[in-house]
């Protein structure tokens, strides 16, 4: 109890100092530059994706890392190869493991549950079945990452002149 008091306390602290720091008009530097109408160009071409996102998901759905192949994201590959790999071989153990103490509980003649052979039995089952859990949640991830890369093929980083904005900077100095 009194080590959640004191750690509540030092949180405390910590975000008060880091308001004050933060809010302290010293290390407040606002910029706003001015809005200059007559740089601004409206583009009337109509934008079209290049990739589509959801041929992309429907890929990665047949087989995992072919949607990120279609969006040349050729690194995530191996990742997602490798988790699944990795993750699969989890399963196979796990399984094999509970099938082994399963056989070792049947042709005990005690039929005891505080016994080795039932405690090891039930904890292979789950873990098998936290690692199946896991395939799916990777699976999924890879079907998201191949819809949002796809979505983003298009977007560029670089800075553009075309649009001038306000802006407003903050620069906090130690």
């Given at each position: 109890?009194?080590?959640?008091?004191?750690?509540?306390?030092?949180?405390?602290?910590?975000?008060?100092?880091?308001?004050?720091?933060?809010?302290?008009?010293?290390?407040?530097?606002?910029?706003?530059?001015?809005?200059?109408?007559?740089?601004?160009?409206?583009?009337?071409?109509?934008?079209?994706?290049?990739?589509?996102?959801?041929?992309?998901?429907?890929?990665?759905?047949?087989?995992?890392?072919?949607?990120?192949?279609?969006?040349?994201?050729?690194?995530?590959?191996?990742?997602?190869?490798?988790?699944?790999?990795?993750?699969?071989?989890?399963?196979?153990?796990?399984?094999?493991?509970?099938?082994?103490?399963r056989d070792e509980y049947a042709l005990s003649t005690l039929k005891d549950?505080?016994?080795?052979?039932?405690?090891?039995?039930?904890?292979?089952?789950?873990?098998?079945?936290?690692?199946?859990?896991?395939?799916?949640?990777?699976?999924?991830?890879?079907?998201?990452?191949?819809?949002?890369?796809?979505?983003?093929?298009?977007?560029s980083v670089s800075n553009s002149n075309m649009i001038s904005h306000y802006?407003?900077?903050?620069?906090?100095?130690?």
């Amino acid at each position: 109890m009194n080590f959640l008091k004191s750690s509540a306390k030092i949180i405390t602290k910590i975000c008060f100092i880091f308001f004050i720091i933060i809010s302290s008009p010293k290390y407040l530097d606002a910029q706003i530059q001015p809005f200059d109408s007559n740089s601004v160009k409206i583009d009337t071409a109509k934008f079209e994706m290049r990739k589509s996102p959801w041929g992309a998901v429907l890929r990665s759905a047949v087989l995992p890392g072919f949607g990120q192949y279609y969006n040349e994201s050729y690194w995530k590959i191996p990742l997602i190869w490798g988790a699944l790999g990795y993750l699969a071989y989890q399963w196979n153990r796990n399984n094999n493991l509970y099938i082994q103490y399963r056989d070792e509980y049947a042709l005990s003649t005690l039929k005891d549950p505080t016994s080795f052979a039932y405690k090891a039995r039930e904890f292979y089952k789950d873990q098998r079945d936290q690692v199946a859990v896991y395939i799916g949640l990777t699976y999924l991830l890879n079907l998201v990452d191949s819809y949002v890369d796809a979505h983003l093929f298009d977007f560029s980083v670089s800075n553009s002149n075309m649009i001038s904005h306000y802006q407003l900077n903050l620069r906090i100095n130690f």
